[in-house]
């Protein structure tokens, strides 16, 4: 069983800045990354980091956010600048692992206040 730990929601006023993390239980993987998932809209892509480096965003934080880390030491962040009231969303860390297994946290809520 993975295990993911998320940390670093909380409230910030619009355009204000927060830093989430999350560390993972293995070290074997073929990515790290993000989802959020807002009340009554589906889970979307925030960003990844597969183990060769590569970095994807969606495209509403595209500019804003940057996914950043140790992937082979299991370790992800995701710094959000000029947050929007439209970011607000539980944020979930994602593990893909080398059978495309996906594994999820138990999420961190951000909130971001107009």
């Known amino acids: 069983q993975v295990q993911l730990l998320e940390s670093g929601g909380g409230l910030v006023q619009a355009g204000g800045s927060l830093r989430l993390s999350c560390i993972g239980s293995?070290?074997?993987?073929?990515?790290m990354g993000w989802y959020r998932q807002a009340p009554g809209k589906e889970r979307e892509l925030v960003g990844t980091k597969n183990r060769e480096g590569d970095i994807n965003y969606g495209d509403s934080v595209k500019g804003r956010f940057t996914v950043s880390g140790d992937v082979a030491k299991n370790t992800l962040y995701l710094q959000m600048n000029s947050l929007k009231p439209e970011d607000t969303a539980v944020y979930y860390c994602?593990?893909?692992?080398?059978?495309?297994?996906?594994?999820w946290g138990q999420g961190t809520r951000v909130t971001v206040s107009s």
């Open positions: 994602n593990l893909r692992d080398m059978v495309n297994r996906d594994w």
């Open positions: 293995i070290r074997i993987f073929r990515s």
